[in-house]
């Protein structure tokens, strides 16, 4: 099983440009999180989607912050206009439905600095 | 609402030495538990996990058992090594109660010094 994938695996942009990350989740699974790790605040659930459809965005920061999955292989999370304080680690994570359990598969996760 | 703390670092320990990291949890539902680790600079991988009251996890030398009475997984190992250095999460999975995602504790930094 090749687990989930994220890219790029380390991004620098300066301020106010668009960042996009991506994510493919594991084949079959119904559920994908994106969630945000910083020292400050820790791990952060941001969006998740079931079947492809956003279930809770209520962790999205503010309107810079989207996420789409248009189809059950690939996802994006796009911050427009980053800023400084944008700067974090970004993962995307999958797992199946409820009845072939509840264990969440993370990926290496996505380094953003925002300069 | 679900939460989990855990106990904050650093922990320092010499290698060879018996560690407890202590986790404990708020649920509505009967949640799942899990540890996850983090080496420095890579994601994050499941170390073990319980998915019922008194059920044991364990993988690579370390053991947590769910212990619903006191709300608690503990992680234990009884002998640590310089590569157990990391930060080990504590979280809790609730579908039943609502919740698919995960909620983590804060994080423990172990440094496990030779």
């Known amino acids: 099983d090749a687990g989930v994938i994220q890219s790029p695996r380390h991004e620098v942009t300066e301020m106010g440009q668009e960042v996009t990350l991506r994510c493919k989740p594991i084949?079959?699974?119904?559920?994908l999180f994106w969630y945000r790790q910083t020292m400050m605040r820790g791990l952060e659930l941001l969006i998740y989607?079931?079947?492809?459809?956003?279930?809770?965005d209520s962790g999205m920061p503010e309107d810079r912050f989207s996420a789409k999955m248009p189809n059950a292989s690939f996802s994006t999370l796009k911050i427009q206009p980053s800023e400084p304080r944008d700067s974090a680690v970004y993962f995307c994570?999958?797992?199946?439905?409820?009845?072939?359990?509840?264990?969440?598969?993370f990926g290496e996760g996505s380094w953003l600095t925002v300069v | 609402g679900n939460s989990v703390t855990q106990m904050e670092g650093p922990v320092t320990l010499s290698e060879e030495a018996f560690l407890t990291i202590n986790c404990t949890y708020t649920a509505t539902g009967y949640p799942s538990l899990f540890w996850y680790v983090q080496y420095p600079g890579e994601g994050l991988q499941l170390l073990l996990k319980?998915?019922?009251?008194?059920d044991k996890g364990s993988n690579k030398g370390f053991e947590a058992t769910y212990r619903k009475e006191t709300t608690s997984f503990h992680l234990e190992k009884g002998s640590v090594q310089v590569s157990d250095s990391a930060v080990y999460f504590c979280?809790?999975?609730?579908?039943?109660?609502?919740?698919?995602?995960?909620?983590f504790g804060k994080g423990t930094h172990l440094i496990i010094q030779p």
């Open positions: 994570a999958s797992r199946g439905d409820r009845i072939s359990g509840n264990t969440i598969y």
């Open positions: 319980a998915t019922k009251a008194d």
């Open positions: 989607f079931n079947n492809n459809v956003p279930i809770d």
């Open positions: 979280a809790l999975s609730d579908p039943g109660g609502g919740a698919d995602g995960l909620t």
């Open positions: 084949s079959g699974h119904d559920y």
